[in-house]
């Protein structure tokens, strides 16, 4: 019997050894989850938790990009549209008729300076080496965990060219009536693309405040899950090692019990 009722209390001494290593393990590695054979599934949802936070880090950064190239290619369209207002300023000039020759000489020298200055402009507003202002290209911003939850950023063409003011000369009253008309015509167009430019820069710190979000509960939810309880861990090991040294002394008695009752009946 004492040896039966030994067997139980060393298999019940090396379970209570196992839940005192597992409790050791866990407050050295700071998880509810050191090893896979600790909770499989936990492990498994963690681990899918982990890498739409990397995801989501990553478009937090992606979307503040996309807000930055927008505010780069909304500074450039601000000081076009302020160019275009002064041609317009200088075309009226000329277009007054009371101007003498030398003044309208003036008048155009400075008109087609700041013409040329819009096309300068367009070409040298760029980010990472790609023009914003110049080109009627389009890019994509991933700021969600699935392929589709994407922003477009349109990138634009305000050249000279583009805008219809290229070549555009207010030397003569006739020509200031035409440079009028085109000019008007560009400041719509350049307010047009601001506008557009406006909502999705918009867009982008709406996405990076969802993102951040995101994140925050993501990462909540990741923590309750795999992250180890210092004080229920503790509490768990001292525990166990009470429970183990109880159960060394109860076995220790019950190899003695024995022999004692050996030496009774030798004498």
Do not use: C, H, Y
């Not at 000279?160 to 009253?173: F, H, K, N, R």
Request: hydrophobic share 45%; glycine share 8%; proline share 1%.
């Amino acid at each position: 019997m004492p040896t039966v009722n030994g067997a139980s209390i060393g298999a019940t001494s090396l379970q209570t050894s196992r839940l005192q290593q597992n409790n050791i393990n866990k407050l050295a590695s700071g998880s509810n989850i050191p090893k896979v054979s600790d909770a499989a599934a936990s492990l498994a949802i963690s681990t899918v938790l982990q890498s739409d936070t990397v995801v989501l880090n990553q478009n937090a950064a992606t979307a503040a990009q996309g807000a930055s190239i927008g505010q780069i290619a909304d500074g450039g369209l601000a000081r076009i549209s302020e160019g275009l207002v002064r041609l317009k300023e200088l075309a009226a000039q000329a277009f007054s008729g009371s101007q003498d020759p030398a003044s309208l000489s003036a008048i155009n020298a400075e008109f087609v300076q700041v013409r040329d200055e819009i096309t300068q402009i367009a070409e040298q507003t760029t980010f990472n080496g790609q023009g914003l202002l110049d080109n009627t290209g389009s890019q994509s911003f991933l700021i969600g965990t699935d392929v589709g939850d994407t922003i477009s950023l349109d990138n634009v063409d305000v050249t000279g060219g583009a805008l219809g003011i290229s070549g555009l000369t207010v030397d003569t009253v006739a020509n200031a009536t035409t440079a009028l008309g085109a000019i008007d015509n560009a400041i719509s167009a350049v307010s047009g693309f601001r506008a557009e430019l406006g909502a999705s820069i918009s867009l982008f710190e709406v996405a990076g405040e969802n993102i951040a979000s995101q994140i925050e509960n993501v990462s909540a939810a990741n923590s309750a899950l795999a992250d180890g309880d210092i004080a229920a861990q503790v509490t768990s090991l001292v525990t166990s090692k009470v429970l183990n040294e109880a159960q060394l002394a109860v076995q220790a008695q019950a190899n003695k019990n024995p022999q004692a009752l050996l030496k009774i009946l030798e004498g």
